[in-house]
């Protein structure tokens, strides 16, 4: 694969269609239904004799995630597997059981599905849809940068996604290119709730990417769901310039960029995507889109985004910039980079001194 595969439609172009009234998504579809009875999820549902492990896709600092193949219905699914002494000793026992909760209540065409979860004494198992079309970032890397249209597209649907999740009062906290998967047809996938969090109103805890963090979280200032809103400013600055805004030789430094929050916008940087930007990428929470009177509605309203119909996006009724060239179904894994296997000793038994902190596994 390579930028050959990146064609573009004109979904967003805009020039061959009918202006449509741009509609922020019915808040109907948008809210998690807290009634357990439609649960896609039931502990003890799953063990590891349910399926085949077979390749690693992707490593985190807890663990690793898994393709893996149904014995039963032979269809192939990821497994994200965490080990508990590590989540343990990196003090990451709320934040686990945090992401199994909320990747078993969201139900969003933009998000992951999780089907369920299961222990042994020494991991706990996160089973997932496979996403098979690889991550974003890895397009984003060989493509350099995405023209105009196409950043706008992935822009479009993580903006969908993260109202989603705000409207269920959910701040997702860790919106990078290495979290956006894509889909057989190209459509995006927001992986790893690992640092998202239920919050009604503002937090305090550091976390995330330092490429990504917004200015108020690293001057540990309270935040809210702007810190989101932020770093999709990030997000589409990086999509379109092939790099981020406040990259430096080391995390402190990029922490000192952000701080000063000094941006240089390229001349190639269509001025309705700097316009957006500068309201994104601000340290000034009263300027901040998304944080302001009209809420997302100045996002979604915004002139860079004038061409997306929102709800055929929501519905995956228009075409994606980009099919990832694999055959889907069939378990084709060609799009992840190659990651060292290691001796699993998943399906471990005998004594878990950490039994009693993830019960809900
Ligand atoms: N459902 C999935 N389908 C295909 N690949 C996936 C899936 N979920 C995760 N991956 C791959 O595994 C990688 C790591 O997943 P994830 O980010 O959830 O792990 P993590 O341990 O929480 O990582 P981090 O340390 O970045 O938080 C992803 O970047 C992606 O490449």
Redesign the pocket.
């Known amino acids: 694969m390579g930028t050959h595969g990146l064609h573009l439609h004109h979904i967003l172009s805009g020039h061959s269609q009918p202006a449509e009234p741009v509609v922020t998504p019915a808040s109907s579809n948008n809210v998690i239904k807290t009634t357990t009875t439609k649960s896609t999820v039931s502990s003890g549902k799953y063990s590891l004799s349910d399926f085949k492990i077979l390749r690693t ?9 898994h ?1 893996v193949q149904s014995v039963h219905n032979r269809r192939y ?2 497994i ?1 597997v ?1 080990k508990k002494a590590q989540v343990v000793k990196m003090k990451q026992v709320e934040h686990t059981n945090d ?1 199994r909760r909320m990747l078993k209540l969201v139900e969003h065409p933009f998000l ?1 599905r999780m089907w369920g979860t299961f222990q042994d004494s020494k991991n706990l198992f996160m089973v ?5 079309g ?2 974003l ?1 890895s397009l984003l890397r060989k493509s350099q940068r995405f023209p105009n249209p196409v950043a706008k597209f992935y822009a479009a649907e993580v903006v969908m996604a993260l109202d989603y999740l705000h409207s269920n009062n959910i701040i997702y906290r ?1 919106l990078k290119p ?2 956006i ?1 894509l889909d057989k047809s190209g459509h995006i ?1 927001i ?5 998202a969090k239920e919050v009604p109103d503002v937090t305090y805890t550091l976390c995330g ?1 330092p490429d990504y963090i917004a200015p108020e979280v690293v001057s540990s200032k309270p935040y809210n769901k702007s810190v989101d809103w932020w770093s999709v400013g990030i997000l589409i600055y990086e999509m379109l310039a092939g790099y981020t805004p406040f990259y430096d030789r080391t995390p402190l430094k990029t922490y000192e960029n952000i701080l000063q929050c000094h941006v240089r916008y390229p001349s190639y940087i269509h001025p309705d995507a700097r316009d957006l930007l500068e309201h994104l990428i601000t340290k000034d929470l009263t300027r901040r889109y998304g944080n302001l009177a009209n809420g997302t509605a100045d996002i979604y309203n915004h002139p860079w985004f004038a061409e997306v119909v929102w709800e055929k996006l929501y519905s995956k009724t228009i075409e994606t910039p980009y099919e990832p060239p694999i055959e889907p179904g069939v378990g084709d894994s060609s799009l ?2 190659r990651y060292p296997e290691e001796q699993p000793d998943y399906g471990a038994t005998g004594p878990d001194p950490y039994a009693s902190l993830f019960k809900d596994f």
């Open positions: 896709l992707g490593t985190g600092s807890f663990g690793r995630v393709l699914y990821a994200k965490l992401e992951i997932m849809d496979y996403i098979e690889g991550e970032f860790d290495e979290n998967l996938k992986t790893d709730f690992g640092f990417t992840f980079d």
